[in-house]
């Protein structure tokens, strides 16, 4: 289980195509601002409210800074192993089978439930938008979860069913999956452009209103630091945790190093480029809405303040008044132009992001069949998995079967909770590559990186160290499914994929799904 993957042959794949090295630190910066930007910003920052209050503010802080040494880390092995797998495949290289298992495992939870968050998010947004017009199209029920207090879940609302919106547009993505169909360069630029002038908008309308509103930011810290082995995932901490699902994305800048002009230059100006610019604009917008509306979390009559997301906060009085505060909404910068007398403005923003916010889901649904497809193509996972569409030369099989998971999840569950049960398999994932960076310079430490973390002894440490904090500082449902989602994944890999590993029986497999044209499965 200790068998390793030799780098020679992972990177046969990538010696077969010459790629052009065009990008510069413009493009770079560019391609990770649109990466970054999505669900997170838009949706999160209600549930980053109910657990810091405006204490949320410190929370993009921490979240971007972890964010950017992972960020570092993760770009020496993109460009060393610029292949399909991300984190799956340099854990593979460098410390082993099981542990790549573990992290492929943990990367299911990363892009399907963020797509699934994702999902939900946009089901705010687009009823949201139609309610702003007039337009009840679906009853209240169909729209939102049910209460849900299973063990140790929680969510919905009183009166939801099953979020039909969400389950609707993953369907949607889904069938163009299978189909083949990828956005074009020119239509992620749009989309790009649309998501960072809503922010703008946003940012403009309501930063000259926190002269008049300074009291919103008392008390700043309402529920506190945090403690990351309480719990609980409040304070600034636990919304650290949870924000951290809005930076989320760099990776296409770090895997983008085999493309880029002087990677040992333009990488890490790409990547802590845009984490900059996206986290000041994450300041400025959590700014705008503490200081316009107001972002204090929520007590129980109790004297207890709601868990974010839970149907007792749904269904409080104050959640129910004309005027709700922050915490109750589904599509936070909408709803807060529309509180302060923007009503236009809140429905533009609330527009870019129902227009925007799908090609998020294409994306990480995108990501991970590309995780299982190299599992199976692996040996880890059945090769049935791994089947090519002999129409579209697509992997139909497991794209199906993405597809119904992350619709079932965003039927039920809402989207802090998704994104939080994201975090846990992110987090796991990026230590474990920071932890590989490190081994490598030992291990390997002849071979050619186009780029090199700075300091890594430093950078490496400080990345592991945060997003260890970060994962402690997720609420324990969280951490319990991430240790239950483990154990699974430990005991399917000793039943199947340590005996059927590729390595393990001496298969040589280099190929890649781009290289099927005929569109026959992989060896």
Not at 442 to 448: A, C, H, N
């Amino acid at each position: 289980m200790w068998r390793v993957k030799p780098l020679d042959q992972i990177l046969a794949t990538a010696e077969k195509k010459s790629l052009k090295r065009s990008l510069g630190p413009i493009q770079l910066t560019l391609l990770g601002i649109g990466a970054v930007i999505g669900t997170g910003i838009f949706v999160l920052t209600a549930t980053a409210a109910q657990k810091a209050g405006p204490g949320m503010m410190v929370s993009f802080i921490i979240a971007g800074f972890v964010c950017a040494v992972a960020a570092l880390c993760y770009s020496e092995l993109a460009s060393m192993v610029p292949v399909a797998g991300s984190a799956y495949t340099y854990s593979y290289a460098v410390m082993g089978e099981m542990i790549a298992w573990l992290v492929g495992w943990a990367l299911i939870l990363e892009y399907a439930l963020g797509a699934s968050a994702v999902a939900v998010g946009w089901s705010g947004h687009l009823i949201g938008l139609l309610d702003g017009y007039g337009y009840h199209i679906l009853p209240h029920a169909l729209t939102v979860g049910p209460p849900i207090q299973l063990g140790f879940m929680h969510g919905g609302e009183v009166g939801g069913i099953f979020n039909l919106p969400a389950v609707l547009i993953t369907v949607f993505v889904t069938a163009l999956l299978i189909i083949g169909t990828k956005e074009s360069a020119t239509f992620n630029a749009v989309l790009v452009a649309i998501k960072v002038a809503a922010l703008t908008l946003f940012v403009v309308l309501t930063l000259p209103l926190i002269s008049g509103h300074m009291d919103n930011f008392k008390p700043f810290t309402p529920r506190g630091w945090g403690n990351p082995f309480d719990g609980s995932g409040t304070g600034v901490l636990g919304a650290a945790a949870s924000i951290f699902f809005a930076y989320v994305g760099f990776d296409a800048v770090s895997t983008a190093a085999e493309e880029t002009k002087n990677p040992q230059r333009n990488v890490p100006i790409g990547l802590i480029g845009s984490l900059l610019i996206c986290t000041v604009f994450y300041l400025l917008v959590a700014g705008g809405v503490i200081g316009s509306l107001g972002a204090q979390p929520l007590m129980g009559p109790d004297g207890q303040f709601f868990a974010d997301g839970s149907p007792q906060l749904y269904g409080s009085a104050a959640c129910s008044a004309t005027h709700a505060p922050l915490v109750c909404s589904k599509e936070a910068l909408a709803y807060v132009l529309k509180e302060v007398h923007q009503p236009l403005a809140g429905a533009l923003v609330g527009l870019a992001a129902t227009i925007a916010l799908p090609s998020v889901v294409l994306l990480m649904m995108y990501g991970q069949t590309r995780i299982f497809f190299v599992m199976a193509r692996d040996g880890l996972l059945p090769g049935f998995l791994s089947t090519v569409h002999s129409k579209f030369r697509t992997p139909w099989v497991i794209t199906l079967i993405t597809g119904i998971v992350v619709a079932i999840a965003a039927a039920f569950l809402p989207v802090g909770q998704l994104a939080d049960y994201s975090n846990a398999g992110t987090l796991f994932a990026f230590a474990m590559v920071s932890l590989g960076v490190m081994i490598l310079r030992f291990t390997d430490k002849d071979r050619v990186r186009p780029f090199k973390t700075p300091m890594v002894f430093v950078v490496a440490p400080l990345s592991i160290i945060g997003c260890v904090v970060l994962f402690f500082s997720l609420n324990n449902e969280s951490k319990i499914l991430f240790a239950g989602w483990a154990v699974i994944g430990l005991i399917f890999y000793f039943l199947f994929g340590f005996w059927n590993s590729n390595v393990r029986r001496g298969v040589v497999d280099s190929v890649d799904l781009e290289d099927h044209g005929s569109g026959q499965p992989p060896a």
